[in-house]
């Protein structure tokens, strides 16, 4: 079973910037896109980025031009540097990403369980 890992999340003045970082762990198979989505409180989730396999990543436009989605394949990891943050972009941040499960013959969501990240004003 694979398991997804958050860290890098914690409290952050206006301005400011923040590094998530999330590992996928266990029988790895193969990962297709890898994201990271957020939940601000009385809000439903939403995509924050997404990035292939290949490498090429879409942003929400709320976080384009200030956040940076990369993944290293080698090691099953994203990362999501996030700088000139605001105060909008409270909100608990999730790991996402597609493995391949042999049982399904196909690609699976999974999630990891959150970290938080407030931007304070």
């Known amino acids: 079973q694979v398991q997804l890992v958050e860290s890098g999340g914690g409290l952050v003045e206006a301005g400011g910037s923040l590094r998530l970082s999330c590992v996928a762990s266990g029988t790895i198979y193969a990962i297709n896109d890898m994201g990271w989505y957020r939940q601000a409180p009385g809000n439903q989730r939403e995509l924050v980025a997404r990035i292939t396999n290949g490498g090429r990543p879409h942003y929400a436009d709320s976080v384009q031009g200030r956040f940076t989605i990369s993944r290293d394949n080698s090691k099953n990891t994203v990362n999501l540097q996030m700088n000139s943050l605001k105060s909008e972009d409270t909100g608990v941040y999730y790991c996402?990403?597609?493995?391949?499960?042999?049982?399904?013959?196909?690609?699976?969501?999974?999630w990891g369980q959150g970290t938080l990240v407030t931007v304070s004003s």
């Open positions: 996402y990403a597609e493995n391949f499960e042999v049982d399904r013959a196909g690609y699976v969501g999974i």
